[in-house]
């Protein structure tokens, strides 16, 4: 079946540096691609995404980019800043399936 | 002026019992979601709902039971609490129904069963 794999699960980084979170998909029919963030106790909280015609998209200090050849697709956060400490989810959706696959989740440590 | 709301934020009950959470969306949205967030933060989707109609229910077991009233809400009623069911419950609701926009989450319900 369908499924998204997140690496790392976890991922501490000092202030000012930058955080690289990855994923995988096994589904080649997916073509909308979100980005959750993810504060402790709060709801997810969608960030960015980015669709299959797209191999990249900046807002601010966040960025994806996507290889739909080797189903893999990236979120970059440049810059960190300790309130960019949460769990950030990936997900996969495809207009077949009618649904979208979220990753285990990344959990992000800011060290200021 | 809240998208997605949930009651009760917090339940706590025992084994055995039979329980409600309600979701409400006002952003007039066709599809709406549950989805259950484990202890290792796994958000893991239960239904999805389209205009009142189910439309995936991914293999949960038959104790949970959603209803759609209206579109613009989506109840889980779950019979026979077991202390697996313990985990955070989270209502969605996208634009969209083939998995191609954003959802929108409620606050979540933390359900413990004891």
């Known amino acids: 079946g369908e499924n998204v794999e997140q690496h790392p699960s976890t991922l501490s980084v000092q202030e000012g540096d930058s955080a690289v979170i990855k994923c995988t998909y096994s589904d080649s029919a997916s073509n909308y691609f979100p980005w959750y963030k993810q504060e402790l106790g709060k709801r997810p909280q969608l960030i960015i995404d980015i669709r299959s015609n797209v191999g990249e998209k900046k807002d601010q200090r966040i960025a994806v980019t996507l290889n739909k050849t080797a189903k893999h697709f990236s979120l970059h956060i440049t810059e960190t800043q300790p309130e960019d400490s949460a769990v950030y989810f990936c997900a996969a959706g495809n207009t077949g399936g009618f649904k979208t696959i979220f990753g285990a989740g990344t959990r992000l440590f800011v060290k200021a | 002026d809240t998208a997605v709301s949930q009651t009760p934020k917090y339940l706590v009950t025992q084994m055995g019992n039979d329980k409600s959470i309600k979701c409400e969306q006002n952003l007039g949205h066709d599809t709406m979601y549950w989805y259950k967030q484990d202890s290792k933060k796994f958000l893991k989707i239960m239904f999805s709902y389209n205009n009142k109609e189910l439309i995936i229910n991914e293999t949960v077991p038959n104790r949970f039971s959603p209803k759609s009233p209206d579109k613009a809400h989506l109840n889980l009623h779950i019979n026979s609490l077991e202390l697996g069911d313990s985990a955070v419950y989270f209502c969605?609701?996208?634009?969209?129904?083939?998995?191609?926009?954003?959802?929108?989450f409620g606050p979540g319900t933390r359900l413990t069963v004891t």
């Open positions: 969605a609701s996208s634009q969209d129904l083939v998995g191609l926009a954003e959802q929108y």
